[in-house]
């Protein structure tokens, strides 16, 4: 149905959202305020394409001006259930079409609601979560389409830790949610339609009352050219479809449109036929055979029920399943404490992981501890941070000026600081693996090193943390700093080793 009348659906969506979003945006000129405000009144946008739908579905001509010009009654029907109980309900795509389109209320909308849910329900549910992970993947997907247009060299200098907190990505990030919701919607409202027509054909074979009544509109339109003989071929076609639609009728449910099939069928074969109709006696012996027909086996639909039934029957003087009517209160009492008790049992469930989940940051730290101890020295070679490791050369802070005086800032600093790694676990023996971050090297470094080392090693990572992640520049002389001091740094390892 989108792809048929994509045009006049996203045309009313674009009109709705850009008259809502201006609107609330002058109100209010943050974006993610706006998005959040359309996001609620999507269950008042969906009532447009619904009526759309619905009426196009059945071939009646409008276009989404012709809809919108009964925005006023569209928009105010049931407006207040639609923007509280109703907004956060999963089957709302499902249920939308029988306050709307058959303006349902009270008992008859419950009873309505609880037939055509009974064998839906969960196609109904996983349609909505569908809509909203589409949703969701949209939004970040136009992020990240976004973000790959930017150039290179705006890219290297975000700041990603202040960037989560910046307002210009509030604002893209709402921007990409009201284009995703604008795209998602429509087939949101079209699947939730499609199972509801479904539904209803199910229960009540809408497509084959539909054909019906084509059926008979077409004979009846051409009633005006056909022969008046009493024996006349197409007289006696015609009487052979009166009674095929006489005896199908009965297949289905639906008094309403038997009647309306019977009535159509009567008054085609009055007008065609030029002799005076027959005697009612005629009539009613020709529906007594139908009916004798009907009631015959062949037109019986059988339906196989399963059940469970108590092992000690019910005679009536009892209470249920064979307990004493003395002892009913204590069946009750012994359901509401069961009830009561698997309430309890999974609230002791969610607080015991609760707990786990808040103790076991100090489990890891506590076992990584002692199994850190454990282990062998490691070898010499560290994993670097880089795509793989490679041989360190004879002296790193001749090799790291070579790189920096090229321009390899991130070459030169990723050298000098996989070669403290380096001297660290080969001179020291820390229990440092490739998986380790650089705040748990250094955290490893403060617990087994000297002053001297551990000062240099902080040094040297917050620097290299900063080019590496932060996109930042290091100075001159920071690195020349660092260069000068590696030689006293290899030789408070060495002492300390010894």
């Known amino acids: ?60 001509e409008l276009s989404a001006w012709e809809i919108l010009r009964h925005r006023r009654a569209i928009l105010f029907h049931d407006l207040f259930a639609k923007l509280t109980w109703r907004r956060l309900n999963p089957f709302r795509n499902f249920l939308l079409p029988i306050t709307e389109l058959e303006e349902l209320e009270g008992r008859a909308y419950q009873q309505r609601v609880k037939t055509l849910t009974r064998a839906s329900r969960d196609h109904v549910f996983w349609v909505s979560a569908f809509g909203i992970l589409a949703e969701l993947l949209l939004t ?59 539904r209803r054909t199910w229960l009540e074979g809408w497509d084959i009352e539909l054909t019906f009544r084509q059926l008979v509109l077409r004979l009846t339109n051409h009633s005006a050219n056909a022969s008046t003989a009493a024996g006349n071929p197409s007289q006696k076609t015609l009487s052979g479809v009166v009674a095929l639609l ?77 307990v004493p009517p003395v002892f009913s209160w204590l069946t009750n009492f012994a359901n509401w404490v069961a009830r009561i008790a698997e309430i309890l049992l999974w609230i002791g469930v969610a607080a015991l992981l609760w707990v786990l989940i808040q103790l076991w940051p100090r489990f890891q730290h506590s076992w990584s501890t002692r199994t850190a101890a454990r282990k062998a020295p490691p070898s010499v070679v560290i994993q670097s941070h880089e795509e793989s490791p490679y041989a360190f ?91 000068n001091d590696w030689a006293a740094f290899h030789a408070h390892a060495s002492a300390a080793q010894r």
């Open 1 to 60: 149905m989108v792809r048929r009348w994509w045009k006049a659906l996203y045309l009313m969506q674009a009109l709705l959202f850009g008259a809502f979003g201006t609107f609330f945006y002058l109100l209010s000129s943050d974006l993610t305020v706006v998005a959040l405000l359309l996001w609620w009144l999507k269950a008042v946008f969906e009532t447009f394409h619904l009526q759309f739908l619905g009426r196009a579905l059945f071939n009646e």
């Open 246 to 322: 006489f005896l199908i009728s009965g297949l289905f449910h639906s008094p309403a449109a038997n009647a309306e099939i019977e009535s159509a069928a009567t008054q085609m074969q009055m007008q065609m036929s030029p002799a005076p109709p027959a005697s009612p006696r005629a009539l009613q012996k020709t529906r007594d055979q139908i009916g004798e027909i009907l009631e015959g086996p062949d037109y019986h639909r059988l339906e196989e029920r399963r059940m469970l039934r108590p092992l000690i029957p019910n005679d009536g003087a009892s209470g249920e399943a064979g």
């Open 393 to 483: 050369p004879v002296e790193i802070t001749e090799a790291a000026k070579q790189y920096w005086h090229t321009g390899q800032h991130r070459a030169a600093l990723s050298l000098l600081y996989r070669g403290a790694l380096a001297q660290l676990a080969a001179q020291l023996q820390l229990p440092l693996e490739g998986s380790h971050t650089e705040a748990e090297s250094m955290e490893i470094c403060r617990q087994h090193c000297p002053a001297e080392v551990n000062r240099y090693f902080q040094h040297l990572t917050d620097a290299w943390v900063r080019i590496a992640y932060g996109h930042q520049s290091v100075k001159q002389e920071e690195f020349e700093l660092l260069t």
């Open 140 to 198: 970040l997907n136009l992020l990240l389409i976004a973000y790959e247009f930017l150039p290179r060299e705006i890219t290297d200098r975000v700041d990603w830790n202040q960037l989560l907190f910046d307002e210009t990505l509030a604002n893209a990030t709402a921007i990409a949610l009201i284009l995703s919701m604008m795209l998602v919607m429509p087939y949101y409202v079209a699947t939730g339609f499609c199972v509801y027509i479904n």
